[in-house]
């Protein structure tokens, strides 16, 4: 009898980190957005992690996995929005991964995978608020093809390395989030 088929790395990645996944969601939905009230602290929490982050990738030259890379990077939306609300861009937290491929793709799945959720919290975000983090490439079909080329770099990845770097990143997010959770989530 022959072996089931592996999941591909997308899905095995959303298997392995679904724990860690559904604790960054807790936390980040102890954030009161839909009266703007918690708005500006969700996103010096996004950026204290986002931040430096998308530095660390762009240091480790990730256009040669996503040569789309200036249409993925957040970092900018981010900031003009932090802008837009006067508020100041937080201290970044800590952040190192290993310089080698499965660090990025580890990577780069959370960060891409969080658009999904991102779409759905701008419908949240009270009108004139800016929105540009949340709805950045929402018309562009990135998801699709960073799925595609995740799931055409597998067979040379160790997962098991990709599945650490998605986890640290999700660890990144937990911890930013807890640094500027809104006083109702640190009771």
Do not use: K, N
Request: negative net charge.
């Amino acid at each position: 009898m022959s072996q089931p088929a592996s999941p591909s790395l997308r899905f095995w990645l959303r298997e392995a980190t679904r724990p860690l996944h559904e604790a960054v969601d807790a936390a980040f939905s102890a954030y009161r957005i839909a009266d703007g009230s918690d708005y500006p602290a969700f996103l010096q929490a996004h950026a204290a992690a986002l931040l430096p982050i998308e530095q660390w990738l762009e240091e480790q030259e990730v256009e040669r996995l996503a040569p789309d890379w200036a249409q993925r990077r957040r970092s900018g939306a981010l900031q003009a929005d932090l802008a837009g609300l006067r508020s100041a861009a937080p201290a970044p937290i800590a952040w190192a991964g290993a310089a080698d491929d499965a660090a990025l793709w580890g990577t780069l799945y959370v960060l891409e995978g969080s658009r999904m959720g991102a779409r759905f919290l701008a419908r949240q975000v009270p009108a004139g608020l800016p929105t540009g983090y949340l709805r950045h490439g929402e018309a562009e079909p990135l998801w699709p093809r960073f799925v595609q080329w995740l799931d055409a770099a597998d067979a040379g990845l160790d997962r098991a390395a990709v599945g650490a770097a998605a986890e640290r990143t999700f660890a990144a997010f937990m911890q930013a989030g807890r640094r500027h959770a809104p006083p109702q989530a640190q009771a």
